[in-house]
């Protein structure tokens, strides 16, 4: 897990290319719309090099978390995700100060954005073999 502050600081802030930068120049760039010279073609040419390039970083990081997340999970033991599932259980579920029970440990709606997705039928292309997505052609 500690591996994961390098790979973060470097896409974040600190390498050659990182999003921070990048979300300041598409900032930068966005305001030039503003004024009167700026030509909207050539600016967004400009957005989607950079957006490109934004989410090719934005992906690293996530593979990164999800791959080594899913490596420390891997290395528990049975009573450690035993444990681990009762510990989540008692963060995730409570009672409000009115007297209304809640338990957030379980997903029982799911949500496109703000929206309550009603026909699961939908997600398959997202949630079945996805290792395509992690490869390039």
Same mark, same amino acid.
């Given at each position: 897990m500690s +591996?994961?502050? &390098?790979t973060q600081r470097n896409d974040l802030y600190a390498g050659p290319a990182n999003i921070v930068g990048l979300r300041t120049e598409i900032a930068t760039l966005l305001r030039t719309l503003l004024t009167a010279g700026a030509s909207p073609a050539v600016v967004k040419s400009q957005l989607q090099a950079l957006s !490109?390039?934004?989410? &090719?970083l934005d992906g690293e990081n996530n593979y990164n978390y999800a791959t080594v997340i899913a490596q420390a999970y891997n290395s528990l033991t049975t009573d450690q995700k035993t444990r681990l599932y009762a510990l989540?259980? !008692?963060?995730? +579920?409570g009672t409000y100060a009115d007297g209304t029970v809640f338990d957030f440990?379980?997903?029982?709606t799911l949500f496109l954005y703000s929206g309550i997705i009603n026909d699961?039928?939908?997600l398959a292309p997202y949630t079945g073999n996805t &290792?395509?997505?992690?490869?390039e052609p």
């Open positions: +591996s994961l502050v &390098d !490109e390039e934004y989410w &090719d989540r259980k !008692e963060i995730m +579920s440990s379980v997903a029982t699961t039928g939908l &290792d395509y997505l992690f490869f």
